[in-house]
């Protein structure tokens, strides 16, 4: 039963708006239609394999700066992925995730949390982004995985529902 709880995303809201607080998100990936749900949706295995795991971890301090880490084990070895916060949660699509989350809609630099990154020998990758602001309330929902960096044609092979915190005032 432990096992099948590791599929399910654990959020942790630590400190307070003096100190900030962090939110820590892990998940095992399984298809949309799996007997057992996870906020960890694979769409492409080929890609992301089932029980391929990921854990994002966002840490928003004083004054609203925020650092978004991603780590993710067991996908294709020696490939690079796009990854990026989306507006909503995944779900059986993978077009449900929305659009990418922005800052402030329509404005053109540093207004997206970009994680894309490359995986070694045992199919491992990780990636950080940080920002001077924080996310709006209801504005980010998601990490959605590509099947490369880039805006273009990239297909959405794997998608994470996360917890978000965001800033307030």
């Not at 966002?58 to 880490?69: C, E, F, L």
């Not at 990154?117 to 990758?125: E, L, N, V």
């Not at 950080?128 to 959405?156: E, F, K, M, N, Y």
């Amino acid at each position: 039963m432990l096992a099948t709880l590791s599929a399910v995303a654990a959020a942790v809201l630590l400190g307070g708006t003096t100190s900030g607080y962090t939110v820590d998100a892990e998940g095992r990936f399984a298809p949309p239609a799996a007997f057992i749900p996870s906020a960890a949706v694979t769409y492409d295995q080929s890609y992301v394999p089932a029980a391929a795991s990921i854990r994002v971890r966002q840490h928003t301090g004083a004054g609203g700066v925020t650092t978004i880490d991603l780590r993710i084990t067991g996908v294709r070895s020696h490939h690079s992925f796009g990854a990026s916060v989306h507006q909503r949660p995944c779900g059986t699509l993978p077009a449900d995730s929305g659009a990418r989350y922005e800052n402030q809609p329509g404005a053109p630099d540093d207004n997206e949390v970009q994680l894309d990154f490359t995986t070694d020998a045992q199919g491992a990758g990780a990636a950080s982004d940080r920002h001077t602001w924080g996310l709006r309330r209801d504005g980010a929902a998601s990490v959605v995985i590509q099947d490369r960096p880039g805006d273009g044609d990239a297909t959405r092979v794997a998608c994470f529902t996360v917890p978000f915190g965001w800033v307030t005032g």
